[in-house]
């Protein structure tokens, strides 16, 4: 299964692309008041634009490249009654060299330009076939435990040995376990396919995240390259908004 949707990219030199679909992340509203942070990190600057949504909600699947070991970093400065359109062009301004794409209404891929048609990026690495069923938190910390692909990817060494994470078994955590049956997919698209999950499955008092892969290439040893987290960022009545 692929995922599919209206797809675009946001302009990096000062406008966005705009949806004609009414639905679009990016035309949801902001807090009512201003949004005010300097120098902070890619990362936290999406979880303080994405909890700030109202009438709806969006998560973010991101990729960042480290350099000299530190992520990229922005300023806010929005205006009261900004949108997430406002927000993303603001961050887009600031990093030129990273792309933001639409995967569906309520995700949002972050990557720097050209990562996702790089042979050499691991979040391309085709898996013929992956059924699992899985806890969010544990794949999103260490993909390369369910998917075996990636694992002799990143442990060439390890090519053949099977990874701990396999068909059916879950691992200890709190939030609901999502079952994925994907056919012909990358690293990229089974990570968004688990937040995806997991934003339609999650019950009670959970909060989905979306991921979050750094890459360091100044990194040594070679194993250290790689990073595996969470991308926060939910406003609190998001469920308000599921449909």
Same mark, same amino acid.
């Given at each position: 299964?692929?995922?599919?949707?209206?797809?675009?990219?946001?302009?990096?030199?000062?406008?966005?692309?705009?949806?004609?679909?009414?639905?679009?992340?990016?035309?949801?509203?902001?807090?009512?008041?201003?949004?005010?942070?300097?120098?902070?990190?890619?990362?936290?600057?999406?979880?303080?634009?994405?909890?700030?949504?109202?009438?709806?909600?969006?998560?973010?699947?991101?990729?960042?490249?480290?350099? *000299?070991?530190?992520?990229?970093?922005?300023?806010?400065?929005?205006?009261?009654?900004?949108?997430?359109?406002?927000?993303?062009?603001?961050?887009?301004?600031?990093?030129?060299?990273?792309?933001?794409?639409?995967?569906?209404?309520?995700?949002?891929?972050?990557?720097?330009?050209?990562?996702?048609?790089? #042979?050499?990026?691991?979040?391309?690495?085709?898996?013929?076939?992956?059924?699992?069923?899985v806890k969010p938190g544990s794949i999103f910390s260490h993909p390369q435990d369910f998917i075996p692909e990636l694992n002799e990817r990143l442990h060439p060494e390890a090519a053949?040995?099977?990874?701990?994470?396999?068909?059916?078994?879950?691992?200890?955590?709190?939030?609901?376990?999502?079952?994925?049956?994907?056919?012909?997919?990358?690293?990229?698209?089974?990570?968004?396919?688990?937040?995806?999950?997991?934003? *339609?499955?999650?019950?009670?008092?959970?909060? #989905?995240?979306?991921?979050?892969?750094?890459?360091?290439?100044?990194?040594?040893?070679?194993?250290?390259?790689?990073?595996?987290?969470?991308?926060?960022?939910?406003?609190?009545?998001?469920?308000?908004?599921?449909?």
């Open positions: 299964m692929r995922l599919q949707w209206s797809i675009f990219v946001l302009a990096v030199l000062g406008t966005v692309s705009s949806a004609t679909n009414q639905d679009s992340p990016l035309d949801l509203p902001l807090s009512p008041g201003p949004i005010v942070a300097q120098g902070i990190t890619l990362s936290k600057a999406l979880d303080e634009i994405g909890a700030m949504a109202r009438h709806g909600y969006v998560l973010f699947g991101v990729e960042q490249r480290l350099r *000299k070991h530190r992520p990229p970093k922005v300023n806010l400065n929005l205006r009261a009654g900004s949108t997430l359109r406002d927000a993303l062009g603001q961050v887009a301004r600031q990093l030129p060299d990273y792309k933001f794409r639409i995967v569906s209404r309520h995700l949002i891929n972050v990557y720097p330009a050209g990562a996702n048609h790089d #042979p050499d990026n691991v979040l391309n690495t085709r898996v013929a076939r992956l059924d699992l069923v053949g040995a099977q990874p701990s994470g396999r068909i059916g078994e879950v691992m200890e955590g709190t939030e609901q376990s999502v079952t994925l049956h994907l056919t012909d997919v990358t690293v990229r698209e089974i990570l968004n396919a688990v937040t995806e999950e997991w934003l *339609k499955s999650a019950e009670g008092a959970q909060m #989905p995240v979306g991921w979050l892969y750094s890459y360091d290439p100044d990194a040594a040893p070679p194993s250290e390259k790689h990073a595996w987290g969470f991308q926060f960022g939910l406003p609190d009545d998001w469920k308000k908004w599921r449909n």
